[in-house]
């Protein structure tokens, strides 16, 4: 028992954080640079990030969850606004189903966001969301189609970007009677434990994204306390507001510790029990980034409630990343049914 | 990163979980039940003798030099099998391992770890809490000894105790804080008064009180330097309730593992009980992550740092969550029952915010050390 990233896990976060840094959005502004955008996802892109999951050739993926979720969490620190979680599930999906991987894709959501949408047919309850995908060109989405006891993969077609409340990720509405587009070749239906272990890896990137939110809003938040003076001294002398830092601090430390598990377990666990590990670090995860954004709001002040400060960028992204796979209620009814069993008429 | 059992710690576990089940001996939580107390003694040395406690310390003591994360499995283990936790002696351990001379570690570490001698510890004062460099004990030499006068609290255990881990004064002409000394005490001697307190769940042993009144401490009893004694308090209260050293893990999820049982066999139960409890899990299973990860850490090397704040406020959370999990959970069992466990549980929590330094005080130390905010 070894929780300690290795040094390859260690020297590819420290790379990727620098390469976020030095893209990613500094300003509120900055999320309208096209080219810096584009210079963002090619170098996602040529890093091949967006083949963590792919198939290394013995159906096993190329890199463990561990690495997905370090990419995850360091590109949320910056609010890059590039896909990743997207195409990576898009990916792990596919080689899960024995077909190839399709540039760009990403996975289907029901309204709700809880479960990747299931349609039969045509898309007849849409509309259904495509999350995380290329902001412009075509896009092209997962979906899974009910088949006997399991599941095959279809391809719908995105529809135009609409404005989600995540500023740096965006969301293509698939739209009401889409057509599915059958894969090539797929190799087999996917099962129970193969939406399991999917569903283990989105609830670990989700919450390495919300770490990685906290993080990155935590950092700036000290960073302004620090300079912004009222009655002639730094506002982050006084202890109401280092107490609500602190708290935002071991908020973030608990949610790391509890997120390791799942990325670590959506390849070493049985599915189910990756899928409640996911459940865990998520439940605890969106709590704890919806303080801690809250208490960055506040820190700044008046300033933190304008558009032109960077921290809403940082609450907007939790508030998808929350939703995504469930919400905190959500995965604790989950949880709840999972340990107690079903709920009996009074709940 | 693998958080599986290696070969060895799942052979220990598997020793250990085959001996628990023949000598679980069934206790209360520590939290609820002076009873827990009454038998601590001897299952700290029913735990050592069987070769399962002081799994991470040095052998010549009496430990296993273990790595660290084998305490994680002893936790876990005792938390399944709803069994008492560990005593909690880690902060002592490495205070003495840390500070001590080779001839004290050899005096006291083996009984201390062996649990043939109990300890308690003696830093606060009723005019000494957060403000611990307050403290008024005096120690005055004496020949070939320091004599002690002075009023301590909060000393858990106190009256079960052959010794003392005492802060005193011993240099009153210097600033406060360079004027302080650690020693161990013997208890069980003349000048030595106990006075326990009755906590508001109605248990006696946690909150111990302490007169000293001439009592006496042979010189090199002296843990330390003259004049050390704050840079060992420092240390000690660094892991104190730190969850790695306490192994509290174990009673929250024995506890969380209650009060999911109580519900499975209610399919009727409200839904806010329900998630109460999800929480509380989530939460449990938050700081037994959290833990194995801080223990990993220790591979490479220990450190006696501010993350032992974080560490605290993370665990108090934790209890407070349980416990206020197991109030909703009793629902009106635990207001017309005045013994009613989950109403003593949930009464413990509330002190976990205080002992140990005050969760105002573990923010003041992160906000000042771990985020570099300026002080006022």
Redesign the interface.
């Given at each position: 028992?070894?929780?300690?990233?290795?040094p390859e896990?260690a020297e590819l976060r420290r790379a990727a954080r620098q390469l976020a840094r030095e893209l990613g959005p500094r300003t509120v502004a900055d999320l309208d640079d096209a080219k810096r955008r584009g210079r963002l996802a090619e170098a996602v892109r040529d890093a091949g990030w967006l083949e963590l999951r792919d198939d290394a050739g013995s159906g096993a993926p190329l890199a463990s969850g561990?690495e997905a979720a370090i990419i995850a969490e360091v590109l949320a620190e910056s609010v890059a606004d590039v896909p990743f979680t997207g195409p990576v599930l898009a990916a792990d999906l596919a080689r899960r189903a024995g077909v190839p991987a399709v540039d760009g894709a990403v996975a289907a959501f029901a309204p709700d966001l809880i479960e990747a949408a299931v349609a039969s047919g045509s898309v007849t309850e849409a509309p259904v969301y495509a999350l995380d995908a290329a902001s412009e060109g075509p896009v092209r989405a997962y979906l899974l189609v009910r088949a006997g006891e399991g599941y095959r993969l279809a391809l719908v077609e995105g529809d135009l970007a609409r404005d989600g409340a995540d500023l740096t990720r965006a969301i293509r509405r698939v739209p009401e009677g889409a057509a599915l587009l059958p894969v090539s070749d797929p190799s087999r239906l996917l099962t129970r434990d193969d939406l399991d272990a999917w569903a283990a890896l989105g609830l670990a990137l989700t919450s390495a994204d919300l770490v990685g939110v906290m993080r990155g809003v935590l950092d700036a938040t000290?960073a302004y306390?620090?300079q912004r003076k009222q009655y002639g001294?730094?506002i982050?002398?006084?202890?109401a507001?280092?107490?609500l830092?602190?708290?935002a601090?071991?908020l973030l430390?608990?949610?790391?510790?509890?997120t390791?598990?799942p990325a670590?377990?959506v390849d070493?666990l049985a599915p189910e029990e990756a899928r409640a590990a996911g459940r865990?670090a998520k439940?605890?995860a969106a709590r704890a980034a919806r303080t801690v954004c809250e208490t960055a709001v506040q820190v700044h002040g008046g300033m933190g409630n304008t558009w032109d400060c960077s921290v809403h960028v940082y609450l907007r992204r939790a508030l998808l990343s929350t939703r995504w796979f469930g919400d905190d209620?959500e995965l604790?009814?989950q949880?709840?049914r999972a340990?107690?069993?079903?709920?009996?008429?009074?709940? | 990163m693998d958080f599986r059992d290696s070969p060895a710690e799942a052979a220990f576990r598997t020793r250990l979980r085959a001996w628990i089940a023949g000598n679980n001996p069934g206790l209360p939580v520590s939290s609820t039940d002076d009873a827990y107390w009454a038998r601590q003694a001897e299952w700290h040395t029913a735990l050592y003798d069987a070769g399962f406690f002081g799994l991470s310390w040095p052998a010549r003591f009496g430990g296993h030099a273990l790595p660290p994360v084998f305490d994680v499995i002893l936790d876990e283990e005792l938390a399944h099998a709803g069994a008492p936790p560990r005593p909690s002696l880690g902060y002592l351990v490495q205070g003495i391992t840390t500070h001590g001379s080779e001839a004290v570690q050899q005096r006291f570490l083996p009984g201390l770890i062996s649990g043939r001698e109990r300890w308690c510890q003696g830093f606060s004062e009723p005019d000494a809490g957060s403000d611990l460099a307050a403290l008024r004990t005096s120690a005055v030499r004496d020949g070939g000894a320091w004599v002690i006068h002075g009023h301590k609290i909060w000393t858990s255990y106190s009256d079960d105790a052959d010794w003392c881990f005492l802060l005193a004064r011993t240099d009153p002409a210097v600033p406060r804080h360079k004027g302080l000394s650690a020693f161990a005490v013997p208890m069980r001697q003349p000048g030595v008064e106990q006075h326990p307190l009755r906590m508001i769940n109605g248990i006696t042993k946690e909150f111990g009180q302490v007169v000293f009144d001439g009592a006496r401490v042979a010189a090199e009893n002296m843990i330390g330097a003259p004049g050390e004694g704050w840079r060992i308090a420092m240390t000690i209260v660094s892991h104190e309730r730190e969850p790695g050293e306490v192994g509290y893990v174990a009673r929250y999820s024995k506890t969380v593992g209650d009060l999911e049982k109580a519900l499975r066999a209610n399919p009727r139960a409200a839904s806010d009980k329900r998630e109460a409890v999800a929480w509380a899990h989530v939460q449990a299973e938050m700081l037994r992550l959290h833990v194995r990860r801080r223990l990993s850490e220790r591979l490479d090397g220990i450190d006696h740092g501010p993350g032992g704040s974080v560490d605290k406020l993370l665990m108090t959370w934790v209890e407070q969550t349980v416990g206020a999990a197991a109030l909703s959970v009793a629902g009106s069992r635990a207001v017309v029952d005045r013994d009613d466990v989950a109403l003593k549980i949930y009464l413990y929590s509330r002190a976990q915010s205080v002992m140990g330094g005050t969760s105002q005080i573990q923010k003041n130390i992160i906000a000042t050390r771990i985020l570099g905010l300026p002080t006022a």
């Open positions: 028992m070894d929780t300690r990233e290795t896990q561990v000290v306390a620090q001294v730094p982050g002398s006084f202890q507001v280092q107490h830092l602190a708290e601090r071991c430390e608990g949610a790391f510790s509890a390791l598990h670590w377990g070493a865990v439940a605890y209620a604790l009814r949880i709840a340990r107690l069993g079903a709920a009996d008429g009074l709940s | -």
